[in-house]
């Protein structure tokens, strides 16, 4: 009987020194995914800074192109009126 006692606290430390290990390796991933999720979010930053940087380049660029599309307009509505019939 006592051996068999024996036998199973020896289970349960193995288990709970086991169980302890995991959660260690657990807390370590965990630091690790952190600081690499941290290192993606610094190298990612210059890119959308860029990438919103380009996009309120084309929507000046857009605009230009608009008001370039609206002068052809009127231009071409001058020019026919300017004609003779």
Same mark, same amino acid.
């Given at each position: 009987?006592?051996?068999?006692?024996?036998?199973?606290?020896?289970?349960?430390?193995? #288990? =709970? *020194?086991?169980?302890s290990?995991?959660?260690?390796? /657990?807390q370590?991933l965990?630091?690790? $995914?952190?600081? !690499?999720? %941290?290192? #993606? =979010? *610094?190298?990612?930053?210059?890119?959308?800074?860029? /990438?919103?940087g380009?996009?309120?380049? $084309?929507?000046a !660029?857009? %605009?230009?192109?608009? *008001?370039?599309?609206?002068?052809?307009?009127?231009?071409?509505?001058?020019?026919?009126?300017?004609?003779?019939?």
């Amino acid at each position: 009987m006592q051996k068999r006692v024996t036998e199973s606290e020896n289970r349960s430390n193995t #288990l =709970e *020194a086991q169980v302890s290990d995991l959660q260690e390796n /657990q807390q370590n991933l965990i630091s690790r $995914l952190s600081s !690499l999720q %941290a290192d #993606l =979010e *610094a190298a990612l930053d210059p890119i959308r800074a860029q /990438q919103a940087g380009g996009g309120a380049e $084309l929507r000046a !660029l857009e %605009a230009e192109v608009s *008001a370039l599309r609206e002068q052809v307009k009127q231009l071409a509505t001058a020019l026919a009126q300017s004609q003779p019939a």
